[in-house]
């Protein structure tokens, strides 16, 4: 069987399973709505969702795009700066130590309730699986490369370029896949505390008002938003690092 055809099989099961558990159980419609009134609502109101989904998205893209920045900078800076480790892996822990539901409120006070709150949000979460996984791969290059390389006068920077990130991208690759899939947490969970816009806002107005196919509908559309991530995410990653793959054979 194709690989490409397993997520389409799982998806249809999952289907099915639903519809089995709403069928068997008499499940009330404003408890757990069958799956067909789910997508009669998401054809129903599709620009709404549309919209609130690109609000969404781009929270996800940003948080992602700085969060793997910074990750990549504070990994670089616990190789290269020694003296700096002592006092940066605490920080490094405590990003993670505090629930992101508890800095939610604090954000929002000091960014308020617009996008940046939600991406800054974002940023915390995915911050730490991407630090980490690159400076595991960072400082556990192959010593008799970095030696080798050492003998025959290569500077820190070609030595950086050539050899450790190279060696490094594998377990980076494995920070962003989990990143990709915790990013949603980070905006949705913004969104739910203040905003006035996107999937998670529009979860919160269909709750209060017992659309409860409404609410079903937008929470599809994210995990669909955050499994095509990851599959686009994944896709890349395997283009770009051809050598991942006979590494981890």
């Known amino acids: 069987m194709k690989d490409s055809l397993k997520p389409l099989l799982v998806f249809v099961g999952l289907l099915l399973f639903w519809q089995g558990v709403v069928a ?103 911050f730490f699986p991407v630090a980490t996984c690159c400076y595991d791969g960072l400082r556990h290059t192959h010593q008799g490369w970095l030696d080798l390389a050492h003998t025959m006068g290569a500077k820190p920077w070609a030595m950086l370029r050539m050899i450790r990130w190279p060696g490094a991208l594998p377990a980076l690759a494995s920070g962003l896949r989990v990143a990709v899939v915790v990013a949603p947490i980070g905006a949705v969970v913004g969104e739910w505390v203040g905003s006035s816009a996107g999937l998670g806002y529009l979860m919160l107005q269909a709750n209060a008002r017992l659309w409860v196919d409404l609410m079903f509908a937008a929470l599809t559309v994210l995990a669909f938003c955050s499994v095509g991530l990851y599959y686009l995410t994944d896709y890349l990653l395997r283009r770009l690092i051809p050598w991942q793959s006979k590494t981890a054979h």
């Open 24 to 126: 068997i159980f008499d499940v009330p419609s404003y408890i757990v709505p069958d799956p067909m009134s789910v997508f009669d609502r998401m054809v129903r109101d599709a620009p709404l969702l549309w919209e609130y989904t690109l609000v969404t998205l781009a929270e996800m893209v940003m948080g992602l795009v700085l969060g793997v920045v910074f990750g990549v900078l504070m990994a670089l800076v616990l190789v290269y700066f020694t003296g700096l480790r002592p006092w940066l892996l605490p920080l490094l822990l405590i990003t993670q130590a505090i629930p992101v539901f508890a800095l939610a409120p604090v954000l929002m006070l000091w960014f308020g309730y617009g996008m940046a709150s939600k991406v800054i949000m974002t940023v915390l979460i995915i």
